[in-house]
């Protein structure tokens, strides 16, 4: 594949992985109290402040990697946080999984993911993993190659 080929693809994927953060952090923001139920089915054991605090963060860092990755902006830093995010949800995902918990994992809002398997805690594991690979592939071509122009330069 030539470069620019694939210069254009990880510029599509960019997008792309934007405006699905972008949707999961507005699903999120539109119900912030279901999405603090589907944290607290997770059984974490973290004290109920931290819990509180990232239903309230979460989706807006969402929404603002969402925004930039459309943009193209700080590409580096937002999918170095992307790439912290998805560790997390996969860790998160994959003890509820490992222990058994029949949860909707709540990463796109409850009413897509209601009583079906794309709710499910090991679809949303296995997604996380494909998520986070893609994420770091499009963080470690950042460092290493040409800066991807911003969509609106």
């Known amino acids: 594949m030539k470069e620019t080929h694939r210069t254009k693809l990880v510029q599509i994927t960019r997008i ?86 029949d949860i909707s994992c709540g990463c796109f809002g409850t009413n897509l993911e209601k009583d079906t398997f794309l709710g499910s805690v090991s679809f949303a594991f296995f997604r996380n993993l494909v998520f986070f690979g893609i994420v770091f592939y499009l963080w470690f071509r950042s460092i290493t190659q040409k800066k991807d122009k911003p969509v609106f330069s």
Do not use: H
Request: charged share 10%; with cysteine.
């Open 16 to 101: 792309l992985i934007g405006c699905l953060m972008l949707w999961a952090g507005l699903a999120k923001t539109a119900n912030l109290q279901d999405f603090l139920v589907s944290i607290y089915g997770y059984e974490l054991p973290l004290p109920e402040l931290t819990l509180r605090l990232a239903a309230i963060i979460l989706p807006w860092l969402e929404i603002l990697c969402g925004i930039a990755l459309i943009i193209g902006i700080w590409q580096q830093e937002f999918l170095s946080l992307l790439s912290l995010i998805g560790l997390i949800f996969i860790l998160i995902t994959g003890q509820a999984w490992v222990r058994g918990l």
